[in-house]
T-cell receptor, first 113, second 116 residues
């Protein structure tokens, strides 16, 4: 069985400062890990995914995440926040990358002007 | 290449009515997944289908909910005798094949069901 814990339900950062959204996972198999973003009343957009290749994964819009097996973490970072980054972010785990996804409860990112 | 399409985008039903949600996967995708998002929560897996087959329905409520993905046409999620607790956003995702690690699920815009 797999599970995901997003450690912060809300994160607020000032525009231009770094973003850190934390995620820990549990999986019985070598996991595939994803970050999705959901803007208000919109669908989900894939930011990035880890599938057992490079541990540092670069995604769209300047986001990246690092897979740390020893810490069972997959934190999402961005060097400089932009107002358009305000959204809900979901960390997601799947045992093989293409079966039912298990979502975290989400982190709401607020950007302060 | 059009993305995953869902319709309707918004659906209002009275208690006891039926709701039918449709999902057309991306071109070339043969796998469809349905997820439900309750207010202020993450998405929860409901069912995984391939053409004419239900592969995994472990997340489907035992009663009133059914899903199909016929040989021709969109996948349908059907909710009979809706209750207020069914109010949620229902998302469909599709993927091309059951590759072990590389495929990604692409999500549609969702159908927001409101039960009055």
């Amino acid at each position: 069985a797999q599970s995901v814990t997003q450690l912060d339900s809300h994160v607020s950062v000032s525009e231009g400062t770094p973003v850190l959204l934390r995620c820990n996972y549990s999986s019985s198999y070598s996991p595939s890990l994803f970050w999705y973003v959901q803007h208000p009343n919109k669908g989900l957009q894939l930011l990035l995914k880890y599938t057992s290749a490079a541990t540092l994964v670069k995604g769209i819009n300047g986001f990246e995440a690092e897979f740390k097996k020893s810490e069972t973490s997959f934190h999402l970072t961005k060097p400089s926040a932009h107002m358009s980054d305000a959204a809900e972010y979901f960390c997601v785990v799947s045992p093989f990358g293409n079966e039912k996804l298990t979502f975290g409860t989400g982190t709401r990112l607020t950007i302060i002007p | 290449n059009a993305g995953v399409m869902q319709n309707p985008r918004h659906l209002v039903r009275r208690r006891g009515q039926e709701a039918r949600l449709r999902c057309s996967p991306m071109k070339g995708h043969s796998h469809v997944y349905w997820y439900r998002q309750l207010p202020e929560e993450g998405l929860k897996f409901m069912v995984y289908l391939q053409k004419e087959n239900i592969i995994d329905e472990s997340g489907m409520p035992k009663e009133r909910f059914s899903a199909e993905f016929p040989k021709e046409g969109p996948s349908i999620l059907r909710i009979q005798q809706v209750v207020r607790g069914d109010s949620a956003a229902y998302f469909c995702a599709s993927s091309p094949s059951l590759a072990l690690t590389t495929d990604t699920q692409y999500f549609g815009p969702g159908t927001r069901l409101t039960v009055l």
